[in-house]
C-alpha cells in the first residue's frame, strides 16, 4: 500500500464546477504539499500546510492530522486549471518527501 | 526573491553517452536541494539531495551520480546513459525555516 494516495486519478469537470481532489496518508507528518503541474511538466507549490486550512484565490486547502486526511478544492473553475495535482508529505525524514501518484484534471470550457 | 534555473531544457542523447544537468538557486543561502525524476506516466521518485556543500545522499542505486561543488549549485550526471535513464528531471530546493519546495522549470531527456 503507497503511503500516500489520491483520488480520483482522472477527474473532468465542466468549467465553474466545484472541484475536490483527496489525498490520504498513512505515516506521520511535519507537513503536507499540494502541488501543481502544468502539461508542459513545470511544478509549481500550491500550498504546504501542517494543520487547518489555507485560502489562495479560488484555491482552498485543508488537512485533518487526526484523520490523515487533505483536501485542495478548487471553486470556479475553469480550463486553465487543468493540470496534474499533486499531494506530497513531509514525513519529518530531512525535507524529503512521499508523493501521491497525482489527479490529473481536466475542465472543460 | 528566490528563483531557481535548471538547463538545458531539452536533451536527446544516445544511449552510452553522458549526462550533465545543472540547477542554480538565486536569492537564498544553503537551501536544500533535490534532483527528482519523472518517468512518463509515472510519480515524482527522489534520486539526489544534498543539505550542503559536498554533502550528496542518494535514495535511489543507478548510474546516475550527484555533486554540489557550489552552495547554490547543484548537478546531475551520468557516464554512459540508458534508455531507462529517459524522464523529466527536477531540480528543487527547500528552505530549513519555511520547508517551502520551489521547482526548476525541468529538464526532458530522451535517451535513444
Known amino acids: 500500500k503507497n503511503e500516500v494516495e489520491q483520488s480520483p486519478q482522472n477527474l473532468t469537470a465542466q468549467e465553474g464546477e466545484f472541484i475536490t481532489i483527496n489525498c490520504s496518508y498513512s505515516?506521520?507528518?511535519?507537513?503536507l504539499h499540494w502541488l501543481q503541474q502544468h502539461p508542459g511538466g513545470g511544478i509549481v507549490s500550491l500550498f504546504m500546510l501542517s494543520s487547518g486550512k489555507k485560502k489562495h484565490g479560488r484555491l482552498i486547502a485543508t488537512i485533518n492530522i487526526q484523520e490523515k486526511h487533505s483536501s485542495l478544492h478548487i471553486t470556479a473553475s475553469h480550463p486553465r486549471d487543468s493540470a496534474v495535482y499533486i499531494c506530497?508529505?513531509?514525513?519529518?525524514?530531512?525535507?524529503?518527501?512521499?508523493f501521491g501518484g497525482g489527479t490529473r484534471l481536466m475542465v472543460k470550457p | 526573491s528566490q528563483t531557481i534555473h535548471q538547463w538545458p531544457a531539452t536533451l536527446v542523447q544516445p544511449v552510452g553517452s553522458p549526462l550533465s544537468l545543472e540547477c542554480t538557486v538565486e536569492g537564498t543561502s544553503n537551501p536544500n536541494l533535490y534532483w527528482y525524476r519523472q518517468a512518463a506516466g509515472r510519480g515524482l521518485q527522489l534520486l539526489f539531495y544534498?543539505?550542503?556543500?559536498?554533502?550528496i545522499s542518494s535514495e535511489v542505486p543507478q548510474n546516475l551520480s550527484a555533486s554540489r561543488p557550489q552552495d547554490r549549485q547543484f548537478i546531475l550526471s551520468s557516464k554512459k546513459l540508458l534508455l531507462s535513464d529517459s524522464g523529466f528531471y527536477l531540480c528543487?530546493?527547500?528552505?530549513?525555516?519555511?520547508?517551502?519546495?520551489?521547482f526548476g522549470e525541468g529538464s526532458r531527456l530522451t535517451v535513444l
Open positions: 528543487a530546493w527547500s528552505s530549513d525555516f519555511t520547508g517551502e519546495l520551489f
Open positions: 544534498s543539505v550542503g556543500i559536498g554533502q
Open positions: 506530497a508529505v513531509d514525513n519529518n525524514a530531512g525535507n524529503m518527501l512521499t
Open positions: 505515516v506521520g507528518i511535519s507537513a
